[in-house]
């Protein structure tokens, strides 16, 4: 990469609202294909939310956030009165306003609608359903713990609990998987009409169980060019079904009421680099200078609290030139790309000039479109984003 400009000269990033995450680390049993920290010892989950609220409350009361996230793991795993209580202590710690987003992540398997009642009841306003496939094949191959009529009926069960904010995940790209497949996914997600969808291509991580499938000969993942076609395909099918692709596995319905933005304001702040806050174990942290994360156990986790500190585990100050890279990587997942005039603000030099071959290039072959002030990528940049960050990263 050039040259960057000296430490000194990197300035601070726009002032903007935080937000606060909380790793749940109980799942029933593990995705084979998930390597977030997690446990199945279901009985440490009392001892872990009176260690949640603590460190919650150990963490100060800094104010300025306005969104609340329950990831994991398995969040739906806790009890809906234990979720209220974590809810209203951090409300209480950290002066949460009344219009806060405060979102929940959903395993169909784990909730019925009087959970969902309660969960509405303890202030959850916006649910985040891993429904992952509506195939039960898929599902069994992903390893889920509930079937495609059990994530049906959970978000029917949402609807009538009156979550009006409903996110479903859905993971394609799997061995052998057809655009038809894909389609008829997301024709039955949409047929919910929820306000959000996220869609992953599947991602196979060493030291996971399916690594170690695939290593053997198990099965064989698509090709490059075979998961790039489903993905433009999945991204100009929503498109037309008047989603918005903010970001390249994200996609917010067009608000018809009341202007909504539709968003996931929480997730929004990692890819703006807004500062947020993590509890929980294997939770990071970030300041906008400061990055640190929490011990990646549940049992270590516990006694520090239960003396009074803080778990991290560790912490690093980020350079210059970590800044610029994050803000390039970053800035390059979303619709709204970069924005050349802020960049050159904060970064003291001009990124397109600086890289006017690559970009230039880049132009020509449709992967990337610039107007005046911004750099973006194009539906099909967004395919192959890692080999085009890795450019000027």
């Known amino acids: 990469m050039a040259s960057q400009p000296p430490a000194a000269s990197l300035a601070s990033p726009p002032t903007v609202p935080g937000g606060l995450y909380i790793h749940v680390p109980f799942c029933r049993q593990k995705c084979p294909y998930c390597d ?64 806060i987003e405060i979102t929940l992540e959903v395993n169909p398997g784990t909730v019925n609608k009087a959970k969902l009642d ?52 859905i993971i394609y790209g799997l061995p052998e998987q057809s655009w038809q497949q894909v389609k008829n996914d997301l024709r039955q997600a949409l047929s919910f009409e929820p306000e959000h969808l996220a869609c992953y291509i599947l991602t196979i991580e060493e030291g996971t169980p399916l690594f170690d499938r695939r290593k053997k000969g198990l099965f064989t993942m698509l090709s490059g060019s075979q998961t790039a076609i489903l993905f433009a395909q999945t991204a100009q099918f929503l498109r037309q079904n008047s989603y918005l692709h903010y970001e390249i596995s994200n996609f917010a319905r067009k608000s018809r009421k ?21 509890f929980g174990p294997a939770a990071h942290s970030f300041s906008g200078n400061t990055r640190s994360w929490n011990r ?65 290039d880049l132009i020509k072959k449709g992967y990337v479109h610039k107007n005046q002030n911004r750099l973006k990528l ?16």
């Open 118 to 169: 309660a969960l509405r009841q303890a202030e959850v306003n916006r649910l985040n359903i891993g429904v992952q496939s509506f195939n039960d094949q898929s599902l069994r191959f992903l390893g889920r713990i509930h079937t495609a009529a059990q994530a049906q009926k959970v978000i029917a069960d949402a609807r009538r609990a009156g979550f009006d904010n409903i996110g479903i995940d």
């Open 378 to 393: 194009t539906s099909s940049g967004m395919c192959i984003h890692q080999s085009i960050a890795a450019l000027f990263v």
């Open 296 to 360: 990646a156990d549940l049992e270590g986790y516990l006694v520090e609290i239960a003396a009074g500190r803080m778990p991290i585990a560790g912490s690093e100050i980020l350079s210059a030139e970590q800044h610029l890279m994050e803000t390039v990587y970053l800035g390059l997942r979303t619709a709204a790309g970069i924005n050349l005039e802020t960049f050159k603000q904060r970064f003291g030099f001009n990124f397109y000039k600086r890289h006017k071959a690559n970009l230039d």
């Open 36 to 99: 977030f920290y997690s446990t199945t010892a279901l009985n440490k989950i009392p001892a872990f939310c009176e260690a949640l609220k603590t460190e919650i409350r150990l963490a100060g009361s800094d104010a300025g956030f306005d969104s609340l996230y329950f990831g994991g793991g398995t969040p739906s795993l806790l009890p809906a009165e234990k979720v209220g209580t974590i809810i209203a202590t951090a409300r209480s710690t950290f002066g949460l306003g009344p219009d």
């Open 258 to 278: 009341n202007c909504r933005d539709l968003r996931s304001h929480h997730n929004s702040k990692y890819w703006s680099q807004a500062p947020y806050i993590g």
